[in-house]
């Protein structure tokens, strides 16, 4: 259940009512006073803010609950999250000031063209004299926006400026969003490449399979500079973290666990992918059309084609309620209300369910609780969320440090591997698998691993000071 909080202006006749009156009003519609402000105080008449905190679906209830009251003029109805957003939640700075013609000079005419001439003899100077070196396209079209779907470019633009703002307030990392008012691949491809001399990283988002793959694989192959598509391999990262540490709550080992991921698009891909480079053997991938087996053919789904291909993937066929049977882990990143509690108990004792799928989870929580041995969804409301914050602030600030060329296989288990350590042996349980996006070892553990395994596999330009 979402909840939110709104801001009711209300000009009240003390002759008429009390504001305990309007405070009781509230909570019978099922709103929540968090805080009264005084906008104009009066013998008579007064006007406050009344901040309320209330579900999405009971917030007309509350307004009307308010207006129908005597001696109560409703003035104006705010919701604190469109405040947020008035005006964009991100704006550009610049690092010095410009206070008389002498720095004039410096930053931009006569004295930057020594800069610029600087650059173009040796490209590689972009970093250290522009803002490449620390600067992130965030690009989308908007067509595959988490709970919302094809919304389009305008749309999705306050998700591209919350994640901007996730950049700058966990790794220091400048991010821009670009949203692109077009589906067609070609043109996203080529204008991806022409706006990239400026940027250090390319943060693909929100982009729709199966076209994500061919953007990402042609991006990552033509440009120099780092393209990560966070939907796919975001969401892997965590969720291989949260598997190394549910598999040590367990007792199990990874080559040793039966998987069941369900939803095969972009991000159930790369589970699989990642689940695979992590050493599991018994992988069981499984879409609407039930699982996707070896040795199988699929030819309009190359990636599912890859899958079928892998000597780890079981041969088993069957819909998701008969392959989950026997199965030590289920991964979801599908839809809600697919799985019940007598399929999760149809599965190996000790059971692993991470149900990702939002805002309604592949198996309602309360439903599987009490018959699971660890439990995670997408959701801030239940412990261990799998949330992609963890990984894209530190492995970008890594990325950047060290200028990699891009982020390989490596890196991406590095980086899950570096999540999962975050959370000690003697904090480790099974409510507590996956630390929080505000821990502050989060950012730093990946940045490390990140630099440190694109020093070993050869994609790194530079190595930072504190590597040396």
């Not at 953007?215 to 966070?230: C, G, K, N, Q, S």
């Not at 939803?263 to 059309?289: F, N, Q, W, Y």
């Not at 892998?310 to 599908?334: H, N, Y």
Request: charged share 20%; glycine share 8%; with cysteine.
């Amino acid at each position: 259940m979402a909840y939110n909080s709104i801001i009711l202006r209300v000009e009240m006749n003390h002759a008429l009512i009390h504001f305990g009156e309007v405070a009781s009003a509230i909570g019978k519609a099922g709103g929540d006073v968090t805080s009264i402000d005084v906008i104009r105080p009066g013998q008579d008449v007064s006007v406050r803010d009344l901040t309320v905190h209330v579900t999405e679906e009971g917030e007309a209830g509350v307004v009307e609950a308010v207006r129908a009251l005597p001696g109560i003029q409703l003035v104006n109805v705010s919701d604190r999250t469109f405040l947020a957003h008035l005006g964009g939640k991100i704006s550009i700075q610049p690092n010095l000031a410009i206070r008389n013609r002498d720095d004039l000079s410096r930053v931009y005419t006569p004295g930057v063209a020594r800069v610029s001439s600087a650059i173009h003899d040796s490209p590689d100077k972009a970093y250290s004299l522009t803002i490449k070196r620390n600067t992130v396209a965030v690009v989308t079209d908007g067509t595959a926006v988490l709970g919302l779907g094809d919304i389009g470019p305008y749309a999705a633009a306050p998700v591209m400026e919350g994640k901007a703002m996730l950049f700058k307030q966990l790794a220091g990392v400048d991010a821009f969003p670009i949203c692109l008012d077009t589906k067609d691949t070609e043109e996203i491809l080529r204008t991806v490449k022409a706006i990239a001399p400026i940027f250090g990283g390319i943060n693909l988002e929100d982009i729709s399979s199966p076209r994500c793959f061919e953007i990402e694989t042609r991006l990552a192959d033509e440009l120099d500079i780092p393209v990560f598509h966070d939907d796919q391999h975001g969401t892997a990262i965590v969720v291989v973290a949260g598997l190394l540490n549910a598999l040590k709550v367990v007792g199990k080992r990874m080559d040793q666990v039966r998987v069941v991921v369900n939803g095969i698009g972009a991000a159930g891909v790369s589970i699989c992918k990642m689940l695979l480079a992590a050493g599991v053997k018994r992988l069981v991938p499984v879409d609407r059309e039930g699982a996707i087996v070896r040795g199988g053919r699929y030819p309009h789904h190359p990636m599912w084609q890859w899958l079928a291909d892998q000597p780890q993937v079981e041969a088993e066929t069957g819909l998701l309620k008969e392959v989950i049977r026997g199965a030590d882990v289920f991964v979801g990143v599908s839809r809600g209300g697919l799985l019940s509690a007598d399929d999760v108990l149809a599965m190996a004792p000790d059971r692993i369910v991470f149900a990702m799928a939002n805002p309604r989870p592949e198996i309602d929580p309360e439903e599987a609780l009490p018959h699971v041995k660890v439990f995670a969804t997408g959701r801030s409301d239940y412990p261990n969320q799998i949330n992609n914050v963890l990984v894209f602030p530190g492995l970008f600030r890594g990325a950047l440090d060290c200028r990699a060329r891009r982020i390989n296989e490596p890196i991406k288990l590095a980086a899950a591997r570096a999540i999962a350590s975050v959370v000690s042996g003697s904090e480790l349980n099974a409510q507590y698998i996956i630390p929080s996006i505000f821990n502050e070892q989060v950012v730093a553990k990946v940045r490390h691993a990140v630099i440190e395994t694109a020093i070993l596999t050869g994609v790194a330009r530079r190595t930072p000071p504190d590597f040396r």
